[in-house]
């Protein structure tokens, strides 16, 4: 969470810096601020989004400065407000740091630096680490650099960092331990931020930071990058970037997350392009094939992830039994992370991750390796940790996802293990040759049946209309469908703020079903499936206690439409795919219904999208 962006060069750093940090937004939007080196500091933070900085430093006319960081944060410790709004001056002002991450020991830090006389104004750890830094460099006589990584060996938690001085124009140190940072290389201008969307526009040459690196990015034309660890020196590697400024603009939608849904046909397309060969029944994963071994005589895979990851690894738990007769568990990686779970060289970890940079899955990832489980990373964000740290993987190639409320990323993960499951399944000898093939052909027309789904768009206005001032909502689906329901839940509590819960639909009777009445809104994905019969025997229990059903149904399947009070069809799909079409209802209805409440649907409340603290 939280997002920085720095700037060192000849341009105006203000506009960049407000840029930057208006595509960062979406890492936590509780407060923004810069720094600006124009001689003198100016710091300028408010509370609230990055309009709300952009106001307040239209009012004060800083002098043009070449160099600045800035923040956008999403708090973790102090409430968001001005004070605790990053950059955090050192005592003696000297020192500005803009930080993301969490400093865990910081009150053992804090109470250190107060006895030597130091005070902290705000409640934040970023504060105490900038103090820190100060106190070593005052007693040390230490440079910005140095001071900086003794305090980095000091201190216990997670950072992305950028530290500058008043009396230096022409430097920004950086770190990162935990948090990612990229710096862009342009022709003698340097970007420094949390991904690589502030800078797109400027330059297509990166330098990823590695974790426990400092850098010390300099107006001479140098980029210095060292172990903080070991102070050894170690040369940057340079990559070229393939991001389009399109994919993170708006392309006319009122917001990113009805661009993404609409997306999906397109982005679950790119997911299978170059890997899947219908004609020859051929599934190419290159991270799969040099590690087959792994997966074919694997006794267990276990699946980490978090939020709509974790949803998309349930729906993994029935491809790859289903298909590939291989055990599997799926884990909230916070939960596994803190057990003494159980892994052996015999497990194939798989962890799902959009960002590929949250916390918890990240040192759930940690955990299985250390106890000697292969490791596969599906990731969204190229060069992200977690794909960085796996043994292989397999990008989804979803593109840049940044509403917060997950939609296109999900699918591209569900296409990614649906190949993975049916590659897994013909190397294992588990499926037939006719039923893989019938699914590869499928999988080929998923992109037009999706695009079908969208159509619903329509369909989904009078109920978005007819519920949006619902105080709950239950979701109901089963086998495949179980997930999905988990995950419109989830979509329509993120963004609309209404209280959801998902179910399987057989446990309604187990406890859901006496929150039933006339004002409870039932969403039952009841698409054709083996479980058809049973889930219309569910709904005809809902109706009996007067509770309204939204259904999501196959395209002419009278028998539920005739009973529900609302149906939304989609094309007929084998259940295994049904996944990547029923969620697309159910985002859309989350969706109108966030925009009738007047909800900020790519910014939802109290969230963020990219989750580095634990
Ligand atoms: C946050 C986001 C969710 C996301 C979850 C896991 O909570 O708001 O949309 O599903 O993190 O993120 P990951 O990047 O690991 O998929």
Redesign the pocket.
Same mark, same amino acid.
């Given at each position: 969470m939280c997002g920085i962006v720095g700037y060192i060069g000849n341009r105006d750093a203000y506009p960049i810096l407000i840029k930057g940090l208006q595509r960062l937004e979406y890492r936590g939007y509780d407060s923004t601020g810069v720094a600006l080196q124009n001689g003198a500091l100016t710091i300028v933070k408010r509370l609230g989004k990055v309009r709300a900085l952009e106001e307040a430093l239209a009012a004060q006319k800083p002098a043009t400065a070449t160099l600045g960081i800035g923040h956008t944060r999403w708090a973790t410790h102090g409430r968001p407000s001005d004070l605790n709004a990053h950059p955090h001056s050192s005592n003696s002002g000297e020192l500005v740091i803009v930080h993301n991450g969490i400093i865990e020991n910081y009150e053992s830090l804090k109470r250190a630096l107060e006895q030597k006389g130091f005070v902290c104004k705000s409640q934040t750890d970023t504060e105490v680490l900038v103090n820190l830094i100060e106190h070593l460099q005052q007693r040390d006589g230490l440079s910005l650099k140095e001071a900086a990584r003794l305090a980095f060996n000091e201190v216990v938690g997670a950072y992305a960092v950028a530290v500058i001085e008043r009396n230096n124009p022409d430097e920004i140190v950086i770190a990162r331990r935990g948090s990612p940072l990229v710096i862009g290389l342009g022709a003698d201008e340097y970007f420094i931020a949390s991904d690589a969307s502030p800078f797109i526009e400027y330059t297509q040459q990166a330098v990823y930071l590695a974790d426990g690196d400092l850098a010390v990015v300099s107006r001479q034309n140098a980029v210095e990058m060292r172990r903080i660890q070991s102070n050894h020196i170690v040369s940057p590697s340079v990559q070229a970037l393939k991001l389009d400024l399109a994919h993170i603009e708006k392309g006319g939608y009122p917001h990113f997350m009805l661009k993404e849904i609409h997306e999906q046909p397109r982005s679950v397309c790119d997911t299978l392009r170059g890997r899947l060969r219908i004609d020859e029944g051929i599934i190419k994963m290159a991270g799969v094939w040099d590690h087959r071994e792994k997966f074919e005589n694997a006794d267990r895979l276990l699946i980490l /992830?978090? @939020?709509? +990851?974790?949803h998309a690894g349930l729906i993994a738990e029935y491809l790859f039994e289903d298909l590939a007769r291989i055990p599997v568990e799926v884990e909230y990686a916070s939960e596994f992370r803190y057990r003494n779970p159980i892994v052996t060289d015999g497990d194939a970890i798989i962890a799902? +991750?959009?960002? @590929? *940079? #949250?916390a918890d #899955?990240l040192a759930a990832l940690e955990l299985a390796k250390e106890r000697g489980a292969f490791t596969f990373g599906i990731c969204?964000?190229v060069g992200s940790s977690?794909a960085r740290m796996t043994d292989a993987g397999a990008y989804t190639h979803a593109g840049p996802e940044i509403g917060? $409320? +997950?939609t296109k $990323?999900?699918t591209a993960q569900l296409a990614v293990l649906v190949l993975l499951a049916l590659k897994m399944a013909k190397h294992r000898g588990t499926i037939d040759q006719s039923r893989y093939r019938a699914l590869c052909t499928e999988l080929g027309t998923l992109s037009e049946k999706m695009r079908q789904a969208l159509h619903a768009a329509a369909q989904i206005k009078p109920i978005s209309q007819r519920y949006k001032d619902a105080k709950n909502c239950l979701y109901l689906g089963r086998g495949y469908n179980f997930p999905v329901a988990l995950e419109g839940a989830l979509k329509l509590k *993120?963004i609309s703020y209404i209280h959801a819960e998902g179910y399987p639909a057989a446990e309604m009777k187990h406890g859901p079903i006496a929150l039933i009445d006339e004002d409870m809104p039932v969403v039952v994905i009841a698409t054709q499936t083996r479980h058809h019969d049973k889930i219309l025997s569910n709904i005809q229990e809902i109706k009996a206690r007067k509770g309204q059903i939204i259904a999501v149904v196959t395209a002419g399947d009278r028998a539920v439409e005739q009973l529900a009070d609302y149906s939304i069809a989609v094309p007929a799909v084998s259940e295994e795919l049904a996944p990547l079409l029923t969620v697309i209802p159910l985002q859309l209805l989350s969706y109108q219904i966030a925009v009738l409440r007047g909800a900020d649907v790519d910014q939802p409340r109290n969230? /963020?999208? +990219?989750?580095t603290v634990e």
């Open positions: /992830a978090c @939020g709509t +990851s974790w799902i +991750s959009q960002s @590929g *940079e #949250t #899955t969204n964000v977690i917060v $409320a +997950s $990323a999900f *993120e969230l /963020a999208k +990219s989750v």
